[in-house]
């Protein structure tokens, strides 16, 4: 079992910057490829960015490419996602979630097992 937790969500204006930690416990935090995804009201859960297991390869959606930018320290069993440029359309909640590192990369909700509970972001016109 892996428990994940995020936090350092709020609310910002637009064009500002926030930077979301998921802190896990449990099973070897290093085995396991680590993601974002969110959720706006009334829509899906998406995809945002994923890490593998060594921090040596990331993937994202094309809406947050070269504004997001995910990373992981495995000493510390934490995952981050600093986001910059923010955009009222980013504003939604975020979750973190984990599993097997392969294959690599996975952007869809059903292929994690493991998931936080959600951390809000809102980003003001």
């Known amino acids: 079992q892996v428990q994940l937790a995020e936090s350092g969500g709020g609310l910002v204006q637009a064009g500002g910057s926030l930077r979301l930690s998921c802190a896990a416990s449990?099973?070897?935090?290093?085995?396991?490829?680590m993601s974002w995804f969110r959720q706006a009201p009334g829509q899906e859960r998406e995809f945002v960015a994923t890490?593998?297991?060594?921090?040596?390869?990331?993937y994202y959606a094309e809406s947050v490419k070269g504004r997001f930018t995910i990373s992981r320290d495995n000493t510390k069993n934490t995952m981050y996602l600093q986001m910059n440029s923010l955009k009222p359309e980013d504003s939604a909640v975020y979750y973190c979630?984990?599993?097997?590192?392969?294959?690599?990369?996975?952007?869809?909700?059903?292929?994690?097992?493991?998931w936080g509970q959600g951390t809000q972001v809102t980003v003001s016109s």
């Open positions: 979630s984990a599993d097997l590192s392969f294959p690599f990369p996975r952007d869809r909700v059903s292929e994690y097992g493991y």
């Open positions: 449990g099973r070897s935090f290093a085995n396991y490829a």
């Open positions: 890490i593998n297991w060594s921090a040596d390869h990331t």
